[in-house]
């Protein structure tokens, strides 16, 4: 199972670092990716990260804000967020892939954690 932690309430213009981490698997070998879904909206992907790290992708909205990445050695995988904004506000989901890859489709992640709240004041 998939634990995703470090939400919380911030201000506009804050930061604040999800950590993902899998208790009793490893997904080192999986792209990984972080996901967040705000009310009356689709789940939708923010950022992944390949096997090693090697490769990321990201949402647009989110390029030079947020930044993944992962511990292999701890089985853990990060989003530092930072310059946030109202609209980042929503539930945020970890899932591992079934490929190696940063995947960008959801399709290809079938491993989900249980999200965690972030709230962004203005």
């Known amino acids: 199972q998939l634990q995703a932690s470090g939400g919380g309430s911030v201000q506009a213009g804050g930061s604040l670092r999800l950590s993902c981490t899998a208790s009793?698997?490893?997904?080192?070998?999986?792209?990984v990716g972080w996901f967040r879904q705000a009310p009356g909206k689709e789940r939708e992907l923010v950022a992944g990260?390949?096997?090693?790290?090697?490769?990321?992708t990201y949402k647009e909205s989110v390029k030079g804000r947020f930044t993944i990445s992962r511990d292999n050695a701890k089985n853990t995988v990060y989003l530092q967020m930072n310059s946030l904004k109202s609209e980042d506000t929503a539930v945020y989901y970890c899932?591992?892939?079934?490929?190696?890859?940063?995947?960008?489709?959801?399709?290809?992640?079938?491993?989900w954690g249980q999200g965690t709240l972030v709230t962004v004041s203005s």
């Open positions: 899932a591992a892939a079934r490929t190696a890859a940063a995947a960008t489709q959801k399709a290809l992640y079938n491993y």
């Open positions: 990260i390949s096997w090693n790290g090697g490769s990321t």
């Open positions: 009793r698997r490893t997904f080192s070998n999986n792209g």
